[in-house]
C-alpha cells in the first residue's frame, strides 16, 4: 500500500482496508480442462490444511467451509452480544478513494470503500492473512494434480439489484483482470499464475494453475463484478466509466455487505447497509468515508468526536493520549516505507548506476528517521521483508546502509559524479545530479521526512527538490504515465510476503515495479519461492532475494511500518492488527 493511504498487495489489503484506514507513516502437471478459457498473457497455496502440498500428498485437498471458519473467528474473538443495531460508523482520509471499480483499486483508501461494496472469490483470515473461505466461494477442493481448484459459490449471493451471482460473474471478471487494457495493478501476478479457467455450472468455477503453486489463492486478486453491468464497456473504458467514477450509482452494484450511495468527491463517499448480503450482515446501518483537508484536521476531528476512527501520526499521539472516550493502539505491520528511483533511461539516466542509488542510501540517516521524526513507532530496515514477516531475517543481510555520508560522497566520485563548477551540485558529462521528489500531501510526517531527505541529500552534493502531490496526481506520475524521477510511497505485502509483484521484471505497469527495475537472478529465486511449500526453504529464498534487492536499491526502504490508530470507545468488537481483525461487520456502535 502506498502514501498516506498505502497501496496493497493482494485481497488481503481488503481485510485491513475495509476495517482501518491506517495512516503511512496488501503439484504436477495437466493439460487445462476441455472448454477452459486461457489465460491472455503467459506466466496456490491450498488454504486447506497450513503447510499441505498437493503436490506432496498427491490427493485430494479440501478447505473449511465457511461455517467452520466462521465458527473458528467467533472462538478466537469472543464478540460482545450486540446491544444495539444501527448507527454511522465513520470513517476519515486525507485522500479521497481513485475508484469504486474494485479492480482497479490498489490504494488503501479505495480498497476500504470498495472491499465493502465488493467480495472477491476467495476471502482471508483476519488471524494470519491466509486464504479463508469468507469470500463469495463457500469452499474449494484442489484435486490430487495439485493444478486444478474448484470453487463452489454461496448459492444465496446476489448483486445489489437483485441478479444472481453465478459463475459467469467469475469468469468475466478474470477475463477482466487477465487483459492488460483493463489497467489493474493485479494482471501481472494473475497472469503468471493462472493456466485457464471456466464455468462447471452456475455455481461451481474451476481454475487451474501453471504449476503447483504456494502463492496460487493469494494470485487470484480478483474482485467479482456483475458481468450483467459491465459486459458492454470496453476493458479499456472501465476507469472512465461512469460505474468506476461515481456519476452513475445504478452501476456501482456489488454483492457486500454495504450498498454505494453517493460519492462526493474530495468530501466523502457514504454506504447502506445491505439486508440481503449473504453472510454476516452488520450491525451498523451506514459507513462514511470522509476526507479531510490535511492530518492536523483529522486529529482534530477525532478529538470532537466527528469521526470515529483515525489513523495516527506519531506526532499526534500526545494531542489526542487522554482524551476521553478515545483509545489509542499500534502494532507492527506488513509493510515498508520506501524512497523509488526511476530507472528508465527514456525517463532519466541519474539513476542508472546502481552506485549512486546506494549512495544516496549511506547519505540517510534512517535511525533519525524512526526515532526523531516518527518517535520509535517504526524499525529501521535490513532488507525487504517486514518484521512480522516469517522470512524476516537481519542477520541474513549482507549489505548494511549505515548512516555514512563521506561513503556516499565516495561512491559519487568513483561513478564520475564530481561538483566540477563549484555550485555545491555534483554533476557528470555536463548534467548536474538534481531532481524533483514526490510525495503524498496531507501529512506533516512525510512533509517533515521529505525535508530532511532534502537537507541529507545536499550534504553530499544532490539537489532534490520535494513536491507533494494529492494522491491520484501521484498515482499517474508513477504508474499510469511513469514521468516521475523519485517518489516517496509505502507498501503492504500479502502473507506470502514474496515480493514478486514490485521487482519483478514482468511486473513493470501491469503489477507494483514503477522504477522499471529486472533482474533475471531475482527473478528465477522468487519463482522457485512461488513453488516451495516448505516455509524454512521458503524464508531462505526470500533471504536471497532480499539480498539482490538490497544489493541493487532499485528503492531505498527507510523503515519498517509501525501503525497507529485512535478510535472512540463507542465503537465494540472492534479488534486492530496487521491483518485487520474480524471486519466491519461485527461492530456495533452505542448510542
Known amino acids: 500500500m502506498r502514501g498516506p493511504h498505502p497501496r496493497s498487495f493482494g485481497w488481503l489489503a481488503a481485510l485491513l482496508a475495509a476495517f482501518l484506514l491506517a495512516p503511512a507513516a496488501g503439484v504436477l502437471a495437466q493439460d487445462a480442462t476441455p472448454g477452459a478459457s486461457p489465460v491472455a498473457s503467459p506466466g496456490a497455496s491450498p488454504a486447506a490444511s497450513p503447510g499441505a502440498s498437493p503436490a506432496a500428498l498427491g490427493e485430494t485437498i479440501r478447505s473449511q467451509t465457511r461455517e467452520q471458519f466462521r465458527a473458528e473467528i ?18 476519515s482520509a486525507v485522500a479521497d478513494i481513485q475508484t469504486l471499480n474494485p479492480l482497479l483499486a490498489e490504494e488503501e483508501a479505495s480498497l476500504a470503500v470498495n ?16 486464504p479463508a473461505p469468507s469470500g463469495l466461494a463457500d469452499s474449494w477442493e484442489v484435486a490430487p494434480d495439485g493444478l486444478t481448484y474448484t470453487f463452489k459459490l454461496n448459492t444465496e449471493a446476489k448483486w445489489h439489484d437483485g441478479v444472481d451471482v453465478t459463475a459467469e460473474d467469475v469468469e468475466f471478471s478474470f477475463d477482466a483482470i487477465a487483459d492488460e487494457r483493463t489497467g489493474s495493478a493485479y ?25 503447483p503453486l504456494f502463492t496460487f489463492l493469494y494470485d487470484l486478486v480478483t474482485w467479482i463484478v456483475p458481468k450483467h453491468v459491465w459486459e458492454s464497456v470496453p476493458f479499456e ?12 450509482p445504478s452501476r456501482v452494484v456489488g454483492t457486500g455487505a454495504f450498498r454505494f450511495g453517493e460519492w462526493k468527491q474530495g468530501e466523502s463517499v457514504t454506504l447502506s447497509r445491505n439486508d440481503e448480503y449473504y453472510d454476516v450482515i452488520p450491525n451498523i446501518d451506514s459507513y462514511v468515508f470522509r476526507v479531510w483537508p490535511d492530518q492536523t484536521a483529522v486529529v482534530n476531528a477525532l478529538i470532537n468526536g466527528e469521526i470515529d476512527i483515525a489513523g495516527l501520526e506519531a506526532a499526534d499521539v500526545a494531542s489526542v493520549e487522554g482524551t476521553e472516550g ?20 527514456a525517463v532519466t539516466t541519474l539513476f542508472q548506476d546502481r552506485a549512486v542509488r546506494q549512495a544516496l542510501f549511506h547519505a540517510i540517516d534512517r535511525e533519525s528517521i524512526v526515532n526523531d521524526i516518527l518517535l520509535g513507532y517504526g524499525t529501521v530496515a535490513r532488507g525487504t521483508q517486514p518484521t512480522i514477516s ?25 561513478a564520475g559524479w564530481t561538483d566540477t563548477n563549484g555550485n555545491g551540485t555534483v554533476d557528470k558529462a555536463g548534467q548536474e545530479l538534481e531532481f524533483e521528489y514526490l510525495y503524498p500531501s496531507g501529512s506533516p510526517t512525510g512533509d517533515q521526512t521529505a525535508a530532511y531527505i532534502q537537507d541529507a541529500w545536499a550534504e553530499i552534493g544532490v539537489r532534490a527538490t520535494p513536491r507533494s502531490l494529492e494522491f491520484p496526481a501521484l498515482i499517474e506520475a508513477t504508474t499510469t504515465n511513469p514521468t516521475y524521477q523519485v517518489a516517496q510511497y509505502a507498501f503492504s505485502w500479502d502473507a506470502t510476503f514474496i515480493q514478486d509483484a514490485m521487482f519483478g521484471c514482468a511486473q513493470y505497469q501491469v503489477g507494483f515495479n514503477d522504477m522499471r527495475y529486472c533482474n533475471p537472478e531475482l527473478d528465477a529465486i522468487n519463482q522457485r519461492a512461488r513453488t516451495e511449500f516448505d516455509e ?32 472512540s470507545s463507542r465503537l465494540h468488537n472492534y479488534f486492530p492488527g496487521p491483518w485487520g481483525g474480524p471486519g466491519i461487520q461485527y461492530i456495533w456502535i452505542e448510542e
Open 74 to 91: 467467533a472462538q478466537a474473538y469472543e464478540f460482545e452480544e450486540p446491544q444495539r443495531r444501527g448507527g454511522t460508523y465513520i470513517a
Open 115 to 130: 472491499g465493502l461494496i465488493y467480495d472477491q472469490l476467495v476471502g482471508g483470515d483476519p488471524r494470519t492473512g491466509q
Open 187 to 211: 494482471t501481472g501476478s494473475f497472469v503468471n499464475a493462472v493456466a485457464s479457467y471456466r464455468v462447471v455450472d452456475p455455481d461451481t468455477f474451476e481454475v487451474v494453475a501453471k504449476e
Open 237 to 248: 473504458n472501465w476507469a472512465s466509466d461512469p460505474g468506476a467514477t461515481g456519476q452513475d
Open 326 to 345: 478515545i483509545t489509542i493502539e499500534s502494532y507492527e505491520t506488513r509493510g515498508f516505507s520506501y524512497i523509488e528511483y526511476n530507472l528508465d533511461p
Open 390 to 414: 516469517y522470512a524476516y531475517n537481519p542477520d541474513a543481510i549482507e549489505t548494511e546502509y549505515t548512516f555514512d555520508p563521506e561513503r556516499g560522497r565516495q561512491l559519487l566520485t568513483e
Open 536 to 567: 524454512a526453504a521458503r524464508a531462505e529464498l526470500l533471504a536471497q532475494a532480499a539480498n539482490i534487492v538490497n544489493e541493487d536499491v532499485p528503492v531505498m526502504i527507510t523503515h519498517f511500518t509501525e501503525d497507529i490508530v485512535g478510535y
